[in-house]
């Protein structure tokens, strides 16, 4: 099992608003997951007008194919031409069996809704 992550800072020079960049952002988002399947998140620069660090990830079963993928969508994002890549800092991590040997069994009780802190469910 191989992951691709990947966080990049995305250059709107056209943007004068934060409105506009939003805009570019959303249509990126929706390009990205429509072609790729991949979500794209805005992980910083959400109050700049002419920056955005987004990221994604990938999960996939050989490690070229996680290299790949993150080459495919960065490519993808240069080549809409809505905005520069200035900086990208991307990594695939490997897990294999060895990760596995040592998994906890899976108890049903653990699927239950008692994960929250008991004040949410306080009647006021």
Partial sequence: M?????RFSLVVSHSHS???KRSVVRKLRDRVRERFHVVLVE???????????????????QRDAADG????????VAHQGLGEIAAVK????????D????ADAW??????????????????
């Fill in 43 to 61: 992980v910083g620069g959400q109050d700049t007008w002419q920056r955005a660090d987004l990221a994604f990830s990938v999960l996939t079963g």
């Fill in 107 to 124: 108890q049903a009780s653990a699927a239950t809704d008692d994960w929250h802190p008991p004040e949410w469910t306080r009647d006021e």
């Fill in 2 to 6: 191989h992951v691709g992550v990947c």
């Fill in 18 to 20: 934060l409105k506009e």
């Fill in 90 to 97: 991307r990594e695939v991590q490997t897990y294999g069996e």
């Fill in 99 to 102: 990760w596995f040997a040592d």
């Fill in 69 to 76: 993928a993150v080459a495919g969508v960065l490519g993808f």
